[in-house]
Every structure is written in C-alpha cells, then in structure tokens.
C-alpha cells in the first residue's frame, strides 16, 4: 500500500492468486463496499489497521490446495 494514501502502491509487478479461494478465507473484517482478499493473517490485519471499511479476507492456502 501507499503510505500516503492507503491505495495499491505503484509497482512493475503485481502479486496475483490464480485458482480458487474455496474453504481457504478467514474472515478478519465485516464491512461494506469492497471485498479485499490478503496473501496471510499479517498482510490482511495490515490492511484492517489502514481503515479500509470492505470485508477483509485472509487467505490460508497453499498452492497444492488452489484449484487447477
């Protein structure tokens, strides 16, 4: 994130996630608006301390485990 607006920080290169999420998300903020899907417990409890008000998601899965 950017630590001057809480935005997606600009970057060359993006993390991305390919398969499914299926029984892999734990839930660390209700909210409204966006849904906000975080690489582990740490990443996504950064997100919930920047005020983000969507529904926070932590993702606990290992590759083995996505859907091919």
């Known amino acids: 994130l950017d630590r001057w607006t809480g935005q997606k920080a ?15 998300p734990v839930q660390i903020q209700k909210g409204t608006g966006a849904i ?4 582990g417990v740490e990443t996504a409890l950064s997100l919930k301390e920047t005020g983000l008000k969507g529904d926070i998601y932590a993702t606990l899965c290992e590759e083995s485990n996505y859907a091919k």
């Open 36 to 39: 906000f899907l975080a690489e």
């Open 10 to 24: 600009k970057a060359d290169l993006t993390k991305q996630s390919v398969g499914s999420f299926i029984g892999c």
